[in-house]
């Protein structure tokens, strides 16, 4: 091979295709996974809170997000599961030992973090390994036993033939993977991955996230993931912890989360919705003193904020009770077309979606009615 | 067909860019290094060559040559050495850690370069001589600092570290503190992270910072003259060795030892810059 043709090869920074093959489990990788529970975690910078007393289970083998905007806390919780920061009050317990007191290197965590975090200076093969080498004597494998461990790894995250590169010659889903594997092959008994597919474009992610769940059914990590991506949190986790705020809003499968939202937050950040202000008055529901058909299902009177989702929504003809506005927007989305209407003396924007077919006017007044909503009691 | 694929090969350096004024800037740097850089340095190789080669040779091989090389180079070594590791301390508790006095120390660090080379020869001296402030204390253990080839290496370690610490710096400013995160939660103990993690990335800044400490060392001539005590054979540095010379007005000889520290410095420059290239293009950073 020519000098030139080594470099290309070496510098080739084109994504490797992930292959995927139907979950089996893998006995090598196996290992033995705990259960985490969290306990009335409180935290604050300085004077800043970041988490409001947290508590929460999650089962061994689990497969669970922790999904929130900026700032709610989930990526504080994550490092003090992992012991990569220390809570004001609060305890982790890992099984039933109190983790509290552990140090981050006791702590046995996999943890990956969203800017991979390698080692620039070593190779892939010695990033893998690093793990196992700082080990003291009596624990530590073999140098036989320690490449086999990372030709495993490699094999599992699919970069054989890639061990002797540095980071630097590696695309970002493969540093992933170099990161991934890395933190598996301490055996940890719990798996930490601080927005794992961050940084990546939205092709490689979605292949990546396939490919986590496949790894997560057959090494069968107790896994917990940081993520901002709603829609990757409910497709990849057995159940989502949605927070806001440094508290937990709700904690759910993705059916729980969507059907049943518990609070308004809830609701709004998970898919898409609209609320309107409206005003419960002797079991009826009204908007700007207009009555609307929709039941107060035992709600107390005062002021409410109604939730519903635009897919939930049918036109409504003449009859009352229906949500009056005018048209703002009409935009095409594949099958269905969805409108922005202005509601109401305030003039809440509400999206709704309507079959592509529906005979709708490109502008002026329509009624609509909601199938389903939730309504929440609005407190000032 | 032959021209066709020549023409864009005749200037294969003159690529469009965005970035003009290559030929001004290429065409200023050049006129500027010539006057002050390459010029002086033809006309000092242009001299030498007014000496035969045994007269060259018999200069450079005289005993009182070789010892004030030895010496000169010698000193800037350990120095640069002493200050590389110690630097770096200074350079990583300065960008790591929140103390009071912080500022005041970080502006100290300074010192250095702006006193007067001759001011913190003759400090070191007091300070250092027999009755000195610490030369007291270590005159009955028969440590002799001033007047010393040991005085030597203290005027170069003092003139030299703030390269080493302000090379540092920035760097360690930009280490992912992540990284050393990823080794505590692999298990790595904090001196193996240091060990096998910070240090190995922060090898190309220090060997960087090293070989800044080093070219002023060997070129230092105006505080070592007052700790040394200038003895020919043992304390005498070659720049000073080059002065004498010329006060006898020997040009043909202080030239000859002038090309000689320059050939030698070089060498050890260009070997260091190759050992970085080289980091660089095996770990694609420096």
């Known amino acids: 091979m020519t000098a030139l043709a080594q470099f290309r090869r070496d510098t080739d920074y084109t994504e490797t295709k992930i292959s995927l093959v139907a979950p089996f489990v893998d006995e090598r990788l196996r290992v033995k996974t705990m259960n985490v529970t969290v306990e009335n975690l409180v935290k604050a910078f300085g004077l800043v809170p970041a988490l409001h007393g947290v508590s929460l289970e999650i089962a061994s083998g689990e497969l669970i997000a922790l999904v929130g905007p900026s700032g709610s806390g989930k990526t504080t919780l994550l490092r003090l599961i992992a012991g990569l920061d220390f809570p004001n009050s609060g305890r982790v317990l890992f099984g039933n030992d109190d983790a509290s007191a552990k140090s981050v290197q006791d702590r046995n965590v996999g943890f990956v973090f969203q800017n991979y975090a390698l080692f620039r200076h070593m190779s892939v093969f010695e990033n893998i390994a690093f793990g196992l080498r700082v080990r003291d004597s009596g624990r530590r494998p073999s140098e036989a036993a320690i490449a086999e461990r990372v030709m495993t790894l490699l094999e599992l995250v699919q970069l054989n033939g890639l061990e002797k590169r540095f980071p630097g010659q590696l695309s970002g889903g493969q540093r992933q993977r170099v990161a991934f594997a890395r933190a598996l092959a301490i055996e940890p008994g719990v798996l930490l991955l601080d927005e794992p597919f961050g940084a990546l474009d939205a092709k490689v992610r979605k292949e990546l996230r396939r490919w986590l769940r496949e790894i997560h059914d057959r090494t069968g990590h107790t896994t917990v993931f940081v993520t901002h991506d709603q829609e990757e949190a409910l497709e990849l986790a057995d159940r989502v912890v949605v927070m806001s705020q440094g508290r937990i809003e709700q904690v759910g499968t993705a059916d729980d989360i969507f059907d049943n939202p518990a609070t308004p937050f809830v609701f709004d950040f998970i898919g898409d919705s609209s609320a309107l202000p409206v005003v419960i008055d002797k079991g009826s529901v009204s908007l700007d003193d207009r009555i609307l058909s929709i039941d107060a299902n035992g709600h107390a009177d005062g002021p409410a904020t109604l939730f519903f989702r635009p897919n939930h929504v049918h036109l409504a003809g003449q009859e009352s009770g229906a949500i009056v506005g005018t048209v703002r927007g009409s935009r095409r989305r594949g099958d269905i077309r969805r409108l922005e209407l202005e509601v109401g003396l305030a003039r809440r924007l509400c999206e709704i979606d309507l079959p592509a077919d529906a005979e709708v006017p490109k502008t002026g007044r329509i009624a609509v009615k909601p199938a389903k909503w939730r309504l929440f009691p609005r407190t000032a | ?286």
């Open chain 2, 1 to 286: 067909m032959t021209t066709l694929a020549i023409t864009p090969m005749a200037r294969p350096w003159r690529q469009p860019s965005v970035i003009p004024g290559f030929g001004l800037t290429f065409g200023f740097a050049m006129v500027y290094l010539s006057l002050i850089v390459l010029i002086p340095i033809a006309l000092l190789i242009l001299r030498t060559t007014q000496l035969s080669w045994q007269e060259y040779w018999a200069i450079a091989t005289s005993e009182r040559v070789v010892a004030a090389l030895r010496l000169s180079f010698g000193a800037a070594v350990i120095a640069a050495a002493v200050n590389t590791v110690f630097g770096t301390i200074i350079a990583w508790i300065l960008v790591r850690y929140e103390f009071p006095g912080k500022r005041l120390l970080d502006a100290i660090v300074d010192l250095p370069f702006a006193l007067p080379t001759a001011v913190a020869g003759i400090t070191l001296t007091a300070i250092f001589a027999k009755n000195g402030w610490v030369g007291q204390f270590l005159e009955p253990l028969g440590i002799k600092v001033a007047y010393s080839a040991l005085g030597v290496v203290i005027a170069l370690i003092f003139i030299g570290l703030p390269f080493v610490v302000r090379t540092l710096q920035p760097v360690i400013l930009e280490l992912e503190r992540e990284t050393e995160e990823a080794a505590a939660t692999l298990g790595a103990s904090r001196p193996q992270t240091i060990f096998r993690i910070v240090l190995p990335t922060l090898v190309p800044a220090m060997l960087t910072g090293f070989v800044l400490a080093l070219a002023r060392g060997v070129g230092e001539y105006g505080s070592v003259v007052f700790i040394a005590g200038n003895l020919p054979y043992r304390t005498e540095i070659a720049p000073l060795l080059i002065v004498i010379r010329l006060t006898e007005f020997d040009y043909n000889g202080a030239t000859a030892i002038a090309t000689i520290m320059l050939a030698i410095a070089f060498v050890m420059f260009l070997t260091i810059n190759l050992i970085q290239a080289w980091a660089r293009r095996r770990f694609g950073y420096v």
